[in-house]
Structures are given as C-alpha cells and as structure tokens.
C-alpha cells in the first residue's frame, strides 16, 4: 500500500508536488499542497498542459483529499501512474568517476561479467581516483586524455565523462514510463544488468528545471558493453524506466541545491536472500546539473517540456552467484530507491517481456481526454 511518508519522505506534507492519478476514468494530473490532493485535470488536461500554464494555484482545483487517506496503489481504484506524461524522457550518461570507469570495463570486456574482474584492475591502477578530480573539458581533461591515448586505455566513455559535452540520450519514449510499485523491465535475453538509481530533474518547456524526483534507468551491461551502438537496447525495453511517485516542485523549502547536496541510496533484496546496498552522492557529480540541462536542450526545443536521468554513482560490482562476475538482476528482485528529501522509489523486477504490455499510448490519451471532454479545457 502506498504509504506517503516513505514515497515522499518525511517532510512531505511541507513540499508542492505534481503527479497523476487515475481516479476510475483516465489519467488526471494532480497537485498535492500541505497534504491535500487537487485534481487539476479541469485547468489542464495533461502534466505537461498544467506545467506549461506556469502551475497554477491548487486553489483552481478540485480538492480531492487528504493523500495519506486516498488508498492509492498501482492496480486498483485511485491508482497512482508515473508522474509524467508528454515530456520527453532524457538521460545523462557516465557523470560520475566511479560509473565512467565501469563503462570503460564494460566495453574492454565486451560485455562479457567473467572477463570484467581483470580490466578493472588494470584501468584503476592507471586512473584510480584521479578521474574523479578532473573537470571536464579542461586543460586538465585534455592532458589525461592525451596520456591514456598513449597507453591504449582511452575510451568513448572517457570521451563523454571529461571531454567538452556530456552524454545525453533518450531513455524512453512518451508515456512508456512506469512508477512507484509497478513492475520494472529487464531483457530476458540479458545476463548482465543492473539499476541506476538517479535523481531526475522536470524540466519546462522554456529549459528551466521546476522540480525533481528520482528514477530507475535500468541499464543493460552486457549489450551496452558489446557495443555503445547497442544503447538504445540496452536502455530503452518495455517497463525499463521508472519514477518516483510525484515530483517534488521547487521553492523555498527545497531548491536545486538540494538536488546538488542530495544522497540516493539503493537496496536491492532477492528473493534467494542476496541484498546489495550502495549510494550515490550528487556532491561527486562531474558536471553541475544546470549544465547538463543546458546540454540537454543543445540547439532543441522541447514543446511539452522534458525530464532528464542527472546519472549515477553506482555501479555495482559485488558477486552475486559466481566469483568475478559481479551483480545481476533476478526476477523476483526489489529496488528500493531512496533519499531523504525525495522519498522512495520501490519497483519489483521482472522481465521486459512478461511486465504489462505498453499499450496506452499518445491516440489512446488523446481518445480518453476527448471522451472526457478535457480537451476543451480552459487555457490560462
């Protein structure tokens, strides 16, 4: 059951957060102020609509009911959906040391878990710590890349974690997202996988970020590690993106310097008893998260806003079964994702292939606003 204090977190009755729920006849968004749930589907049909009209007061509004009282879940009647909807989904690769080092192993040992043990070894005995202190796209990150060329250990990953622009791709598409509780997606063909736990920024349609929530870029190691040509199936399958519940909207009470101060810690328990618990801490960052929003945006335009995945510290190199093949996912595996400020993201594991099929698309919402006769709705 969804529990409000744990999916926000413990001071979630003083944030503003923005969401959607299905209140028995389609897909509502909704704003939560001191508490209290507004359906805001009569001012605006869809998030994006309601973020593109500068969120208007809650006071606009049907007030619904007190969140905690709701019975929200993610099979039954309200049911709670990923708290987007048009925007486009992004994703910031390789920002951290520690993660642009297991993308390097990745691709030396293509892909291949048992083969991973001995690049890593030689490429931080060479790099070590040392990349975490380099700024990229200076001087500095030049002369390092200059060095590692020479010694045949230079990379694409590197090129993207200290070169001038960072790695920016499209994680899933429209809609295609899941959220808290729902089952997230990994190939069934994959058999070496693992989460990445991320702090995820909402981004206008003017490029500014407006709040925050956290994610799950569920990330194929083995067919990213094969060939960065295979990212696009290696990240974006059926259910492999999921985000936290609502998205907690700035103001004076939490702000961008709380995404950049923020902790995210992942627990992962099996259920043959394996539990894997790690931490990201966005202070460690490579690249500001203002930045890679502006790097996102590049020479684009994004009508209906986006939201963009800042990375992660993780990468998960404890075994789970056989010696030197490090972590990956079983089905029947719980991510728990959490930090303070954010709440928690909880999603059991199973496969792309036997989670819920993607069906509601962008003609389906269309239909179902129509029907409702949303899209009629005021503009602002």
Known sequence: MFDPADALGGDWRTGRWLG?????????????????????????????????????????????????GLGLSVDGTPRLLSPIDLQCVKAAGVTFAVSALERVIEERARGDAGAAATVRERLEARVGGGLA???PGTDEAAALKTALIDEGLWSQYLEVAIGPDA??????????TVGWGAPVGVRSDSTWN???PEVVLLVDTAGH?????????????DFE?????????????????????????????????DVRAAEVDLRIEGEDGYV???????????????????????????PDGFVLFLGTLFAPTKDRDDVGRGFTHKVGDTVS????????LVNPVTTSRDAAPWAFGVVALMRNLAGRGLLSAPAR
């Open 20 to 68: 959607r729920i299905d209140f028995g006849d389609g897909p509502s968004p909704v704003m939560v102020v001191d508490g209290i749930v507004h359906d805001m589907s009569g001012i605006a049909p869809t998030v994006a609509a309601l973020v593109a009209h500068s969120l208007p007061d809650v006071g606009t509004g049907r007030a619904v009911g007190d969140l905690a």
């Open 133 to 135: 202190r380099v700024v």
């Open 167 to 176: 790695e920016i791709f499209t994680k899933a598409p429209v809609l295609a």
């Open 194 to 196: 693992n989460p990445e």
């Open 209 to 221: 970020p407006i709040g925050a929530t956290l994610g799950n870029d569920v990330n194929l190691r």
């Open 225 to 257: 590690g094969r060939s960065a040509l295979l990212l696009g199936k290696a990240k974006d399958n059926n259910a492999s993106c999921s985000l936290g519940a609502f998205v907690r909207l700035f103001d004076d009470r939490f702000t961008m310097d």
């Open 276 to 302: 894997l618990d790690g931490n990201s801490h966005m202070n460690q960052i490579s690249r500001d998260p203002e930045e890679l929003v502006r790097q996102a945006l590049s020479e684009h335009q994004y």
């Open 337 to 344: 994702i959490a930090s303070p400020r954010l709440g928690r």
